[in-house]
């Protein structure tokens, strides 16, 4: 039993907050229906997307639908507020946040109080001042974006195989990747694998003609699995002529030409960031304690360093890593940390609504799997290197054990059994991304600048 009516606040819906409230609901099932405990998720889309699916779901691999799970599905229990929180005040038990019904009417923000709080708004893409960036960066780091890279990459080759100026169709052709990480790369190695498969129906256009580019300021790619397997994914990579740049970093991308930190100048109108991420903005308009990088400050218990009630975990938290060797050591940001997390501070937040002690949140890294495109991957899992098939068949199993709810393994297995079965899908539906355009200009309306596409 609970000592006193508990109103619970999760903030976010991804990894930490829809298994947190999963959590919750599961432990506190009699005292939600006895009216003792409410839960209130409150986050920006009303789903979680599972993002190690996001370039496969870029390749055409996975429908997009499947790489997404819904919350009000998953948590029947809990009241799903599809909306922003502004700003914390945790002195006065209240969050200001914005929904869909007040960006409707302008009304002010609204006043939520609560009694325990789940911080859990993740992270942002990580930017940096590059001229043109802002005006022609693609990020990945959501489905609606892995959808829209993968529109824009064949409508890319459309723009390619239309035209014989070669300045154009260079351009068009040429793709450059920001970033050697778990997104980056895998990101590529789909992609690259889709337009070389979808070149075969172009009566034009070789794989060849294509230009693939990873550019990584560090001397590495994919640190989480080990200098070897490191090494050999540059190898793989390079074996498939795509241009691997270390310790090279983008300096511009203005007027669609990526001007890198070596002199090298690619004309090109694809440029995909995926250089790190950094703590949401929302962290800055709470008045809990934060590390210089801006994480909160939490206990190895997931608590909020010095304030009661409030809780962290995942993207928005530096937990102490106590099985690490070095002391002040903290927990990798990533969803093998953050799922098991979010089910230690579900329990603890239960635990102290009922005065029980807490758990401490204790993983040792068990190693990293990365995809490097269809039936190519690396992994370093338990001391153990693996790559090319088997790395890629672990990828795969790993992660559609993973993926929440039976409902999702089974498309996702089926998704995965059909395409062994058929060819690949390789239509661009960029007018998705403007569904009125066509409706609004033979209705005298002005259409967006690009009406059919995503470029």
């Not at 819904?70 to 507020?81: A, E, I, K, N």
Request: with cysteine; aromatic share 6%.
């Amino acid at each position: 039993m609970v000592k006193e009516r508990a109103r619970i606040l999760v903030v976010g819906g991804g990894y930490v907050g829809m298994y947190t409230a999963l959590r919750l609901q599961r432990k506190l099932r009699h005292e939600l229906k006895r009216g003792e405990a409410e839960i209130t998720v409150v986050t920006p889309d009303p789903y979680m997307t599972y993002q190690p699916f996001l370039p496969e779901a870029a390749a055409g691999a996975i429908s997009p639908r499947h790489v997404v799970v819904p919350l009000r599905r998953v948590l029947p229990q809990c009241r799903v507020v599809v909306g922003e929180a502004r700003s914390v005040r945790h002195a006065e038990r209240t969050a200001t946040l914005t929904t869909l019904a007040t960006e409707e009417r302008a009304a002010p923000p609204e006043e939520l109080p609560y009694d325990e709080l789940v911080l859990a708004p993740g992270s942002v893409s990580r930017t940096l001042p590059i001229p043109g960036l802002a005006d022609h960066g693609i990020g990945f780091k959501t489905v609606e974006e892995a959808i829209g890279l993968r529109n824009h990459v064949l409508e890319q080759m459309d723009i390619a195989s239309s035209t014989r100026d070669p300045a154009i169709r260079d351009a068009a052709l040429t793709f450059v990747f920001v970033g050697g990480g778990f997104a980056g790369v895998e990101a590529l190695g789909e992609l690259e694998d889709m337009a070389r498969y979808a070149a075969r129906y172009y009566h034009n256009i070789r794989p060849e003609d294509m230009k693939w580019i990873l550019v990584e300021a560090s001397d590495r790619i994919l640190p989480e699995v080990g200098e070897d397997m490191g090494r050999y994914a540059v190898t793989e990579l390079r074996r498939r002529n795509i241009q691997v740049l270390l310790g090279t970093r983008l300096e511009s991308c203005a007027d669609r030409v990526a001007v890198l930190s070596d002199g090298s100048r690619f004309p090109t109108r694809t440029v995909v960031w995926t250089a790190g991420v950094k703590p949401h903005p929302l962290l800055a308009a709470t008045d809990l304690p934060r590390t210089a990088r801006g994480r909160l400050k939490c206990t190895a218990e997931l608590a909020v360093e010095g304030h009661a009630h409030a809780w962290a975990a995942g993207d928005a938290a530096a937990v102490p890593d106590v099985t690490a060797a070095e002391p002040g050591a903290e927990c990798a940001l990533n969803a093998q940390h953050a799922v098991r997390q979010a089910r230690v501070l579900g329990d603890n937040l239960v635990r102290s609504l009922r005065g029980e002690p807490l758990e401490t949140y204790s993983h040792k890294y068990v190693g990293s799997v990365a995809s490097l495109g269809l039936h190519k991957g690396v992994a370093h899992v338990y001391g153990r290197k693996l790559k090319g098939y088997p790395a890629w068949f672990m990828h795969r199993a790993y992660h559609l054990s993973r993926v929440p709810t039976f409902n999702r393994k089974a498309r996702v297995l089926a998704e995965w059994a059909l395409a062994g079965l058929f060819k690949r899908e390789i239509v661009s539906l960029g007018s998705l991304e403007h569904p009125r355009a066509e409706f609004e200009l033979a209705a005298g309306g002005k259409p967006p600048h690009d009406p059919k596409g995503s470029s």
